[in-house]
């Protein structure tokens, strides 16, 4: 079994940054991970993906705004957000693949307002 916990979501104004953290409670070296989130009303949705080799993807809304990496030394994923927008207001999860098994997060809420 393993844990993901998320941290550092809040309150930003547009423009703004935020660097949102998953740590693991087991080893992430050879891990796929994502981030995803989930606004009012809406599926949730991917927003970026990292590969057991370090390739990255990312939704289409965030690219050159977010970087997802790891630090597997850590056990930890990251997702590095800026030039927030309000549309990128939601609830922002870890996800990651163990076996055939999916892991996720409780989430942390990411409001982008003035």
């Known amino acids: 079994q393993v844990q993901l916990v998320e941290s550092g979501g809040g309150l930003v104004q547009p423009g703004g940054s935020l660097r949102l953290s998953c740590a693991a409670s087991?080893?992430?070296?050879?891990?796929?991970m994502g981030w995803y989130r989930q606004a009012p009303g809406k599926e949730r949705e991917v927003v970026a993906v990292?590969?057991?080799?370090?390739?990255?993807r990312y939704t289409d809304s965030v690219k050159a705004r977010f970087t997802i990496s790891k630090d597997d030394g850590k056990n930890t994923l990251y997702l590095q957000m800026n030039s927030l927008k309000p549309e990128d207001t939601a609830v922002y999860y870890c996800?990651?693949?163990?076996?055939?098994?999916?892991?996720w997060g409780q989430g942390t809420q990411v409001t982008v307002s003035s």
């Open positions: 996800q990651g693949l163990w076996g055939l098994n999916y892991y």
């Open positions: 087991g080893s992430i070296f050879g891990i796929n």
């Open positions: 990292i590969t057991s080799g370090g390739s990255t």
